[in-house]
């Protein structure tokens, strides 16, 4: 079966500092990949997604940036934190075929920017 | 640009109550609609979805939604609520097929607290 991993957990980093989340399928080849930021009362934002290795899509304009080293691997990064990054950030994996396939979310991670 | 409108953002209710939240999306294409669920301290899970065919949708635990295309609405209901069932509730729609990829366009949630 397919599962999802994310880490850190939880994370507590000062304004300015470096950002590194990581994101990890096992059990299936070729999935697209997503990073969405949830933020309460405002449900799911889609910041990047990737079709392939190599391949990002940005959604909105932002301070992070979004790589794929490896098929099953998608790492979110920031070069400097800002106070408006703090947040809920999920990765998702869908299957890379059909319409309207559902997405398949990880447990986040809580990012604290002070 | 597509958009999804959950009305609810809080709802309370007593255990046995029956529950229907509300979710409208602003696409005029052929769309492919979810509901996706978040119990305390778990990970975003389906509920149920509709791609074609029957427009009442059954899910898990006695979820089920109906497609109305007219009103462009994909409300989900259940007819007794559970104290379990206290979460936080998404709709989503899906905004097109284009070159492999597909992405969900998400509603601002509606948090459900059911008592006992």
């Known amino acids: 079966s397919q599962t999802i991993h994310q880490w850190p957990a939880t994370l507590v980093q000062p304004v300015g500092s470096p950002l590194s989340l990581e994101c990890t399928v096992e059990?299936?080849?070729?999935?697209?990949l997503y990073w969405y930021r949830q933020a309460a009362g405002r449900g799911l934002q889609l910041l990047f997604y990737?079709?392939?290795?190599?391949?990002i899509s940005s959604e909105v304009p932002q301070n992070l940036s979004a790589s794929r080293p490896q098929d099953r691997q998608f790492i979110l990064s920031s070069k400097k934190l800002l106070l408006s990054d703090s947040g809920f950030y999920l990765c998702?994996?869908?299957?890379?075929?059909?319409?309207?396939?559902?997405?398949?979310f990880g447990p986040g991670t809580r990012l604290t920017v002070l | 640009a597509q958009s999804v409108s959950q009305h609810n953002h809080h709802v309370i209710l007593s255990e046995a109550a029956s529950l229907e939240l509300g979710c409208n999306y602003s696409?005029?294409?052929?769309?492919?609609l979810f509901w996706y669920v978040q119990y305390p301290g778990q990970h975003l899970q389906l509920l149920l979805k509709?791609?074609?065919?029957?427009?009442l949708v059954k899910g898990i635990k006695g979820f089920e939604a109906e497609f109305i295309k007219s009103k462009f609405s994909f409300n989900l209901r259940k007819p007794s609520v559970q104290w379990s069932d206290t979460a936080e509730y998404f709709c989503?729609?899906?905004?097109?097929?284009?070159?492999?990829?597909?992405?969900?366009?998400f509603g601002a949630g509606t948090r459900l607290a059911v008592h006992p």
């Open positions: 990737s079709v392939g290795i190599g391949q």
């Open positions: 696409y005029g294409g052929t769309v492919n």
């Open positions: 989503a729609v899906n905004a097109g097929w284009d070159g492999g990829y597909n992405k969900l366009i």
């Open positions: 059990g299936t080849s070729n999935p697209n």
């Open positions: 509709y791609f074609s065919g029957d427009p």
């Open positions: 998702a994996w869908s299957v890379l075929a059909g319409r309207g396939n559902e997405q398949f």
